[in-house]
T-cell receptor, first 115, second 112 residues
Framework: GAGVSQTPSNKVTEKGKYVELRCDPI?????LYWYRQSLGQGPEFLIY????????DSGLPNDRFFAVRPEGSVSTLKIQRTERGDSAVYLC?????????????FGEGSRLTVL | KNEVEQSPQNLTAQEGEFITINCSYS?????LHWLQQHPGGGIVSLFM???GKKKHGRLIATINIQEKHSSLHITASHPRDSAVYIC??????????????FGTGTLLAVQP
């Protein structure tokens, strides 16, 4: 498709399990962002990539969270030993460039529920 | 104090009214985005501004860099404009980071 694609759209898991969330950005977009949005809140920055490298991962809440983008396209957000507080919608966005001028395109999000 | 603040948090308007949503920020920025989020999640980028004013249809966005303030205006509002409108700013620290900081959003309900 032409937009940012995120899978799964919904994920229900048990506390302590491992979860992977996938983001497929728009083809050619070099910048990719991960955000997390809890109910009633604005999105919260997690990490962004320029190409294959994580340019800023300061928003990752702790070392249970990790994200990769090995070929500079698809990115995977990985959450180990999930906790109930990780429940949120995880949003991915991409833009053509990183240098302050690219319009952002968001995916529909992956809703994670940790029981 | 949040680095990005929006007002009002909630807004109810009658169809046809002129609507203004405000965003104030406290950090140096390279760009400001206005986003629209409908119930059920999907976020759409409405505008990206670094100066001045932009217009798309009934939507107008302005930014005053000196005052660190931006406004989103909706003319001739319609019930389909009902959504959460989010302001997000991109840091400008010598290119060291480009992460976005989001406001908490303004929930707009336009009644017929």
């Amino acid at each position: 498709g032409a937009g940012v694609s995120q899978t799964p759209s919904n994920k229900v898991t048990e506390k302590g399990k491992y979860v992977e969330l996938r983001c497929d950005p728009i083809s050619g977009h070099t910048a990719l962002y991960w955000y997390r949005q809890s109910l009633g809140q604005g999105p919260e920055f997690l990490i962004y990539f320029q190409g294959t490298g994580a340019a800023d991962d300061s928003g990752l809440p702790n070392d249970r969270f990790f994200a990769v983008r090995p070929e500079g396209s698809v990115s995977t957000l990985k959450i180990q030993r999930t906790e109930r507080g990780d429940s949120a919608v995880y949003l991915c966005a991409s833009s053509l460039t990183l240098a302050g001028v690219g319009e952002l395109f968001f995916g529909e999000g992956s809703r994670l529920t940790v029981l | 104090k949040n680095e990005v603040e929006q007002s009002p948090q909630n807004l109810t308007a009658q169809e046809g009214e002129f609507i203004t949503i405000n965003c104030s920020y406290s950090v140096g920025i390279s760009a400001l985005h206005w986003l629209q989020q409908h119930p059920g999640g999907g976020i759409v980028s409405l505008f990206m501004l670094s100066s001045g004013k932009k217009k798309h249809g009934r939507l107008i966005a302005t930014i005053n860099i000196q005052e660190k303030h931006s406004s989103l205006h909706i003319t001739a509002s319609h019930p389909r404009d009902s959504a959460v409108y989010i302001c997000a700013v991109k840091y400008s620290r010598g290119g060291a980071t480009n992460k976005l900081i989001f406001g908490t959003g303004t929930l707009l309900a336009v009644q017929p």
